[in-house]
């Protein structure tokens, strides 16, 4: 049964520190997204107030009254009242129709402002507010006294129109008030019906007289200075940008489902994140061991050395794998190998990726040769591994260097997972004799061949690539070895931080996986 374990932090940190970082680290990470986004909004902000500039604007308000006929719509004699929502909107909708546009455009002729329905349209705008019966008529052009001039002109015109249109509704009301007078009898005239319909034929007179179209209680007035200030549209569409910015950015996030901390490889994959290796050029230069940084090097040493003090029986084999390629896996085995070599242990290399061999190239080794010639039968293993002599001039324990035997991949074969599933690599394995085998593979969810490998070996450790790395692909993997009962020592950050450490994850559910310890226990070699 597995050791139920604290669910920690990487590096010592407390979890609600972490939490409560979320959001700022969030930030940080999609620190472009909302950079670009508010240098967007500004930009348009920037080009909207160099489009206006030397504009003026005039508001005029017009104020409808809406206590016409309640008792004749009633009777059918005119059209019935909308809810005041509606009622807003046909307010809005009639005063901004083409025929006042047209209307205006017809007057400011008359008082020497040649403008067509079209431009009046352009620059006239019609607002009001919900639940309101005040409409606003604001007109925006390069000249103050035309601005005052066009609101005003617009806001008569409008009320005029609209007088009218009520006029002839309550004569057509009166007409039909009439109609229906004349055609009662003479006792019908004489009775409560008459005079109901001369009560309201009486109404109706008066509203013709009165008017019943909206009135203007504010004049355009002209303006004595422009339009908006730039600096402040400027600014605004800044702020903008910023809280769209954060909002895309919480959004990005949400939807992103790749690991950016080692404690987020750590629940990902169950196991412990043994060490975090920070992203460096010569690295991905594939530089020899001992011209790596300091705090590169430091990383893989610290691999080796949880590797080798994990607890149970002695780790004398361990297999490489990662989810997906690009992870960095064959970089991870290969300078973990060159660590426990400079540390003074005999160590073997085996590159078990027949169908992307790297090792030779990227390292100048001979390319074949390797492990498909050895389990082809052609040449014996003795005659295949190829030694690294130096390794940057490191002392081994014992005060001499100690070489790195390396077996490449060697020629691709025709049927990799036929070769890798026969006895000869049984009998490779027990052949290589060191303190440390590595033994780098195949992504195990992509193809079978390093699935025979899994229970021959003492451990498998998982390379992880931070920031690139997807949690359904992590999962995948976890719940493949799960499945094969693989021994899971635990994971390597790749990319990550460049602290190194344990990191703890949440406790084993299954197969034979093993947690780091707080504390290293007493040395035991590999």
């Known amino acids: 049964m597995a050791t139920e374990l604290p669910q920690a932090v990487a590096y010592g940190t407390d979890p609600t520190q972490r939490t409560s970082k979320t959001l700022l680290s969030v930030l940080r990470r999609r620190w472009l997204i909302i950079v670009l986004t508010a240098l967007l909004a500004g930009g348009a902000a920037a080009t909207f107030a160099f489009l206006t500039r030397d504009r003026y604007e005039s508001t005029a308000k017009l104020l409808f009254n809406q206590t016409i006929g309640p008792e004749f719509t009633a009777l059918g004699l005119l059209p019935t009242s909308p809810d005041a929502d509606n009622l807003t909107q046909n ?109 309201d034929a009486a109404r109706l007179e008066a509203l013709i007289g009165v008017g019943t179209g909206p009135r203007i209680i504010q004049e355009g007035f002209v303006p004595d200075e422009e339009a908006g200030s730039p600096i402040q549209t400027i600014v605004l569409g800044v702020l903008f940008g910023l809280l769209l910015g954060v909002g895309l950015a919480l959004l990005r996030e949400q939807s992103d489902r790749k690991l950016h901390h080692a404690e987020e490889v750590a629940d990902a994959f169950s196991a412990p994140v043994l060490t975090t290796v920070p992203r460096n050029r010569k690295l991905k230069k594939h530089m020899p061991f001992a011209e790596l940084p300091a705090n590169v090097s430091e990383a893989f040493r610290m691999l080796q050395m949880n590797l080798r003090f994990t607890p149970g029986a002695p780790v004398r084999s361990v297999l490489v794998t990662s989810s997906r390629n690009g992870e960095g896996k064959t970089t991870v085995a290969w300078n973990l190998a060159c660590a426990a070599a400079s540390a003074g242990l005999s160590v073997t290399f ?20 390797g492990l498909s010639e050895v389990l082809e039968g052609h040449v014996d293993v003795s005659e295949a591994l190829q030694r690294v002599p130096t390794l940057a001039g490191e002392s081994g324990s014992n005060g001499h ?11 691709p074969p025709a049927d990799p997972w036929a070769l890798m599933q026969s006895p000869r690599m049984v009998s490779l394995l027990a052949q290589v004799s060191a303190d440390l085998v590595v033994i780098d593979t195949p992504p195990v969810p992509q193809v079978a061949d390093a699935i025979s490998l ?45 602290t190194t450490g ?15 310890p707080e504390q290293p226990p007493v040395a035991r070699r590999l």
């Not at 085996?350 to 040769?369: C, F, K, M, N, T």
């Not at 100690?402 to 020629?411: Q, T």
């Not at 003492?458 to 931070?466: E, I, K, P, Q």
């Open 91 to 199: 307010n809005v909708a009639t005063v901004d129709s083409r025929r006042v546009s047209e209307a205006t455009s017809a007057e400011l002729r008359t008082q020497g402002l040649d403008l067509s329905a079209s431009e009046v349209e352009e620059d006239v705008a019609v607002s009001a507010a919900k639940d309101t019966d005040v409409v606003d008529v604001v007109a925006t052009t390069e000249d103050p006294e035309d601005a005052a001039l066009l609101a005003n002109t617009y806001a008569d015109t409008a009320a005029d129109l609209i007088e009218r249109d009520n006029e002839e509704i309550a004569r057509q009301a009166l007409a039909v008030v009439r109609g229906q007078l004349e055609d009662l009898s003479a006792s019908e005239q004489r009775g409560p019906v008459g005079r109901n319909r001369r009560e």
């Open 350 to 369: 085996v590159e078990a990726d027949l169908r992307r061999p790297v090792i030779a190239e990227r390292y100048g080794l001979d390319p074949h040769p």
């Open 401 to 411: 260097l100690r070489p790195l035997n390396v077996l490449v991949a060697g020629e």
């Open 454 to 498: 899994l229970g021959r070996v003492d451990g498998v450790l998982v390379c992880a690539s931070v920031n690139s790395t997807r949690g359904p692909e992590a999962g995948q993997l976890r719940d493949r070895l799960d499945a094969l009962d693989a021994n899971v020592l635990g994971v390597v950050a790749n990319g990550g931080s460049t």
């Open 502 to 516: 344990y990191a703890y994850g949440p406790a084993p559910t299954g197969g034979r996986r093993q947690a780091a």
